[in-house]
């Protein structure tokens, strides 16, 4: 079946990211029709939305009336995305009005509707745009968080449309997880940690892993797909940033603690995903350290660092809050991988354990994992070898189902 899109584009500069967003619909097999409003046109005309689409456009109710467009584009399409989303579009959207042809489809659209808002920080924060923003997601419209960075000018703030790429893959998402897909996390603030932290030695060295943060980012993507309000600490992961998620950037072990600790005060669930390195030197050295004329290499040594997870969980800012491990385990001696699960989730002390065995090679970098869920309450959920958002969508699962109130 081939799904239909209807991509909304208010007037906005960001309008023109809208046509590589466009791209990456049409490309994937999607039948696109653009709605633009009239101001949108004053960035992008209407024929770069028409050779790009395949189809005319048009922004008002009076073109080819018989057709009845104001009422069959929006009943007839799996999906509405508007990018980039003005204050102006939020307002007329959260009140119903219909004066033209992209309002009309909103009202007309009983399939998923996102929306991706871009514009000033100081139109962002207004009380009237945060109400209307909250109106259209109580009633289950999707309204992506938008980035912080560069806007129009040179003033940096948040308020700029997130990647069309990461709009894409958020939408995909939900086109993935069916008409129905729930916003069963709105109103929930989870953070996620995602990557591997660096310990330096001196200036330009450090101890670091190979986690590429895949995991972490699924798991961020899965949560802002179902409406969650999501902060992702990341330690040194080259990944663009997932659409609609608020990014903490960190390097080393005791940042990714000092910013997991602080978001963690308020979340409702917490999943560490990240590969914190067990171990710092005990010394960073401020200078570089040089080679020494004898050939003799310098001895490190190690101090182990603090146990994020253990922390978070013995020490819990919420009780009522759900907090996920990871647990890279091969089995030996003294148990099975699944013993040495359990054991860890008790000693850990957190809600749920994702347990991958990685007797068979590592999971680095793969865009596939396959794991076991253990819970405290002794519930045990096995994954299947599948994609990294499948397993983040079970997790979340579990997460939700454990939610109180
Ligand atoms: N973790 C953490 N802080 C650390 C180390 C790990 O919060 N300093 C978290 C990871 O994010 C992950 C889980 O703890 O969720 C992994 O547990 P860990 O004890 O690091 O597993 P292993 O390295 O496999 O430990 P061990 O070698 O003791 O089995």
Redo the contacts with the bound molecule.
Sequence with gaps: MTIKVVLGVSGGIAAYKACELLRRFTESGHDVTVVPTASALQFVGAPTWSALSGKPVATDVWTDVHAVPHVHIGQQAHVVVVAPATADLLARAAHGLADDLLTNTLLTARCPVVLAPAMHTEMWEHPATQANVATLRERGVVVIEPAVGRLTGADTGKGRLPEPAEIFELVRGLLDRGADAAQDLAGRKVVV?AGGTREYLDPVRFLGNRSSGLQGYALARAAASRGAHVTLVSANVTLPDPAGVNVVRVET?AQ??EA?VAATATADAVV???????FRPTGVSEAKIKKADDGSAPAIELTQ????????SHDRARDDAVI??????TGDATGTVLD?GRA?LAR?G?DL??VNDVSGGAVFGSADNEAVVLAADGATVDVPRGSKTVLAHVIWDEVARRFVG
């Design positions: 940690s072990t990714l603690r997991v560490m995903a990240a590969a914190p390195a067990d660092n603090p146990d994020i997870l253990a922390e978070i996920v491990g990871f647990a890279a385990e040495l860890k850990k957190c354990l994702v």
